[in-house]
């Protein structure tokens, strides 16, 4: 690879080394909302839906590898659901 390709991981015009790829930050959303009735409730209803999706798969990765059992992944799995459940019900009813 020369010297002059572009790595989205590499180093940013100011010097700084730039987050890989799937880091986010808390404030900002992950992608954008495209739904015709948007409202900051629907929003925030898709931030908390992402976030949820990726914390699945973290756990799903974690117990694929044997990092944690099958019990403990459904139980947190059933936690993160409950969370989902109660975000949607005050936010978008």
């Not at 699945?56 to 019990?71: E, F, H, P, R, T």
Request: charged fraction near 20%.
């Amino acid at each position: 690879m020369s010297a002059s390709s572009s790595d989205p991981s590499g180093p940013s015009s100011n010097g700084e080394a730039m987050p890989p790829d799937g880091i986010h930050s808390p404030m900002e959303s992950f992608s954008h909302y495209r739904g015709a009735d948007w409202t900051p409730e629907r929003l925030a209803f898709h931030q908390n839906l992402e976030t949820f999706a990726d914390r699945v798969g973290l756990i799903v990765g974690l117990q694929a590898n044997g990092k944690i059992s099958q019990d403990a992944a459904y139980d947190e799995i059933k936690s993160l659901w409950s969370s989902l459940r109660t975000s949607h019900s005050s936010l978008l009813k």
